[in-house]
Nanobody, 122 residues
Framework: QMQLVESGGGLVQPGGSLRLSCAAS????????IGWFRQAPGEEREGVSC????????RYADSVKGRFTISRDNAKNTVYLQMNSLKPEDTAVYYC???????????????WGQGTQVTVTS
């Protein structure tokens, strides 16, 4: 059974950057598309970005396009989310999860990690 563990969150000022990591164990990450999601207090969990198993296709929510970059290193069994120009509205718990491909709905994504907190504040 694959397990995903997120890391890299923290407290950052507006305009700052963070790089989140999603590390897999128990299975080969290369078989899966990986999505990043986030959930702010009182809000629904929303999709942020997704990358196909080969890394050839990436998708982004409109709210993060041009600021966030998703990438993967299948040799390291890890997916990354580089977040630049962070805004207070990016504050949330960020999760990664796996799916057959990036067209999957949120309900199809599985092997959710425990999440990592990102807080953007001055």
């Amino acid at each position: 059974q694959m397990q995903l563990v997120e890391s890299g969150g923290g407290l950052v000022q507006p305009g700052g950057s963070l790089r989140l990591s999603c590390a897999a164990s128990g299975a080969t990450l290369a078989y899966y598309a990986i999505g990043w999601f986030r959930q702010a207090p009182g809000e629904e969990r929303e999709g942020v970005s997704c990358i196909t198993n080969s890394g050839g296709v990436t998708r982004y929510a409109d709210s993060v396009k041009g600021r966030f970059t998703i990438s993967r290193d299948n040799a390291k069994n890890t997916v990354y989310l580089q977040m630049n120009s962070l805004k207070p509205e990016d504050t949330a718990v960020y999760y990664c999860a796996a799916a057959p491909d990036c067209t999957a709905t949120r309900e199809v994504f599985a092997y959710w990690g425990q999440g990592t907190q990102v807080t953007v504040t001055s």
